[in-house]
């Protein structure tokens, strides 16, 4: 079988400008949060789309939408692909949009071409990436993979003390939680179209990004009580300061990262609550919120333990009251090897030049790995700049990541059998 993906690049990009148009913030700063007006308006244009490609869509109960191209063995675990399409308050138009209007597009590109699937390829809308409402990110994957049951998600509320349950109910998704999780072997694999969100790529002047691995966030949460008082009238020695404290623990991090012995090790404090955060007032309490992040569980789980014992250390030392939580502490992936050695093949049979990368930034991509082997293909961002406004892909990227996807979904479609052949000629955009 011959694959010749026939991809409409204008198409593509004005779907993209259409998307970035349903925010509660004017362009070029985008913001869409789960279960808003603008979120609620995206999800019926990309399912309007979705539907004139032909493509059966079903949502579960948490809002994750699944839009199949049935393959000729449609009881086969299907190939997946897709992303996410909430925005964290001005941030801009590309962030996830890429890989779901991608995903769309690669799959009508093999239609016009007139492949036939064997495996169906499903595209998936991930329900709420970002943690901007509920405080916790990939919540449609998490719960998909079982990472996070239905009554984790109940408890889930937002800053105005609304659950989860309540506004995922008014906003038309009733349908059980306990349904959201997927049965075991229920895709085959998966691959997620995305910016890199840093600067390597396009520094490096290489077009496509094949990720290897993907870095697993760990948060910490720690409180330090102090005792306060009058910044005139406490004198140094018997000061019991809770933000002397948290600057020495803060500083800390920093140094346990930088001594990890490897550079995908990355911490970052990056809350400091103060109270009674007033300048005349010794800080009595302190609230810090810590990341963690590494390719290698091990090594991460190195650092979380040094950090801490340091806050112990600072607070018996400081005579200061102090508590760690551990919020969330997932384990990194490793890209799935058949899938990867699909994607690599994909790139040299289209001629394009790649890079084998490490994801920094954690992504739906991170969970369904738990359930299907999985990959990701990177493009570049111009100054690797993300989750503000100017975040930007050039078109010409866009369409190179998207070919790439769709050739890559049709050899994983015919996996376990000889892999289709990619006519040998340069990407054909269908203007």
């Given at each position: 079988?011959?694959?010749?993906?026939?991809l409409d690049a204008e198409r593509l990009l004005e779907e993209l400008d259409t998307l970035a148009s349903y925010s509660d913030t004017p362009k070029p700063a985008i913001t869409r949060v789960i279960f808003t007006k603008p979120d609620?308006?995206?999800?019926?244009?990309?399912?309007?789309?979705?539907?004139?490609?032909?493509?059966?869509?079903?949502?579960?109960?948490?809002?994750?939408?699944?839009?199949?191209?049935?393959?000729?063995?449609?009881?086969?675990?299907?190939?997946?692909?897709?992303?996410?399409?909430?925005?964290?308050?001005?941030?801009?138009?590309?962030?996830?949009?890429?890989?779901?209007?991608?995903?769309?597009?690669?799959?009508?590109?093999?239609?016009?071409?007139?492949?036939?699937?064997?495996?169906?390829?499903?595209?998936?809308?991930?329900?709420?990436?970002?943690?901007?409402?509920?405080?916790?990110?990939?919540?449609?994957?998490?719960?998909?993979?079982?990472?996070?049951?239905?009554?984790?998600?109940?408890?889930?509320?937002?800053?105005?003390?609304?659950?989860?349950?309540?506004?995922?109910?008014?906003?038309?998704?009733?349908?059980?939680?306990?349904?959201?999780?997927?049965?075991?072997?229920?895709?085959?694999?998966?691959?997620?179209?995305?910016?890199?969100?840093?600067?390597?790529?396009?520094?490096?002047?290489?077009?496509?990004?094949?990720?290897?691995?993907?870095?697993?966030?760990?948060?910490?949460?720690?409180?330090?009580?102090?005792?306060?008082?009058?910044?005139?009238?406490?004198?140094?020695?018997?000061?019991?300061?809770?933000?002397?404290?948290?600057?020495?623990?803060?500083?800390?991090?920093?140094?346990?990262?930088?001594?990890?012995?490897?550079?995908?090790?990355?911490?970052?404090?990056?809350?400091?609550?103060?109270?009674?955060?007033?300048?005349?007032?010794?800080?009595?309490?302190?609230?810090?919120?810590?990341?963690?992040?590494?390719?290698?569980?091990?090594?991460?789980?190195?650092?979380?333990?040094?950090?801490?014992?340091?806050?112990?250390?600072?607070?018996?030392?400081?005579?200061?009251?102090?508590?760690?939580?551990?919020?969330?502490?997932?384990?990194?992936?490793?890209?799935?090897?058949?899938?990867?050695?699909?994607?690599?093949?994909?790139?040299?049979?289209?001629?394009?030049?790649?890079?084998?990368?490490?994801?920094?930034?954690?992504?739906?991509?991170?969970?369904?790995?738990?359930?299907?082997?999985?990959?990701?293909?990177?493009?570049?961002?111009?100054?690797?700049?993300?989750?503000?406004?100017?975040?930007?892909?050039?078109?010409?990227?866009?369409?190179?990541?998207?070919?790439?996807?769709?050739?890559?979904?049709?050899?994983?479609?015919?996996?376990?059998?000889?892999?289709?052949?990619?006519?040998?000629?340069?990407?054909?955009?269908?203007?």
């Amino acid at each position: 079988m011959i694959v010749k993906p026939l991809l409409d690049a204008e198409r593509l990009l004005e779907e993209l400008d259409t998307l970035a148009s349903y925010s509660d913030t004017p362009k070029p700063a985008i913001t869409r949060v789960i279960f808003t007006k603008p979120d609620l308006e995206a999800r019926a244009y990309l399912g309007g789309l979705c539907q004139e490609a032909g493509l059966s869509i079903r949502q579960d109960g948490l809002g994750n939408i699944f839009a199949r191209w049935e393959g000729s063995e449609p009881d086969a675990p299907a190939v997946a692909t897709g992303s996410h399409y909430d925005a964290i308050p001005y941030a801009g138009a590309y962030d996830g949009t890429v890989g779901v209007l991608g995903g769309l597009e690669a799959i009508r590109a093999l239609q016009r071409g007139g492949f036939r699937p064997k495996r169906s390829i499903e595209l998936i809308l991930f329900t709420s990436e970002e943690p901007t409402r509920f405080g916790m990110g990939c919540l449609g994957s998490r719960a998909m993979a079982g990472v996070l049951g239905p009554d984790n998600l109940r408890q889930l509320t937002d800053a105005e003390g609304r659950t989860l349950e309540e506004v995922r109910q008014e906003a038309g998704y009733g349908a059980p939680l306990e349904e959201v999780v997927l049965p075991e072997g229920f895709y085959h694999s998966f691959v997620e179209l995305h910016i890199e969100q840093g600067p390597i790529l396009e520094q490096d002047h290489v077009p496509i990004g094949v990720v290897t691995a993907i870095a697993a966030p760990a948060a910490l949460r720690v409180t330090l009580e102090g005792k306060g008082g009058h910044a005139g009238t406490v004198l140094m020695p018997d000061r019991r300061d809770a933000l002397c404290a948290a600057a020495e623990i803060i500083l800390g991090v920093e140094a346990f990262a930088k001594n990890s012995g490897s550079i995908n090790t990355v911490a970052t404090t990056g809350f400091c609550e103060v109270y009674p955060n007033a300048v005349n007032s010794v800080p009595s309490k302190v609230r810090l919120e810590i990341d963690v992040r590494d390719v290698e569980q091990a090594r991460r789980d190195g650092v979380i333990r040094s950090i801490i014992q340091g806050v112990e250390q600072v607070g018996t030392r400081r005579e200061v009251g102090y508590n760690v939580q551990i919020i969330n502490i997932d384990p990194p992936a490793k890209a799935g090897s058949e899938v990867l050695k699909a994607l690599v093949s994909s790139c040299g049979e289209a001629g394009v030049k790649f890079k084998p990368m490490v994801s920094r930034a954690y992504h739906d991509s991170l969970f369904m790995a738990r359930i299907a082997p999985t990959t990701m293909v990177f493009i570049p961002c111009r100054d690797g700049v993300s989750h503000r406004p100017d975040e930007y892909a050039v078109p010409e990227d866009i369409v190179r990541g998207t070919y790439i996807l769709a050739l890559t979904l049709a050899k994983l479609s015919y996996a376990d059998e000889k892999p289709p052949q990619v006519k040998d000629e340069p990407m054909t955009l269908n203007d």
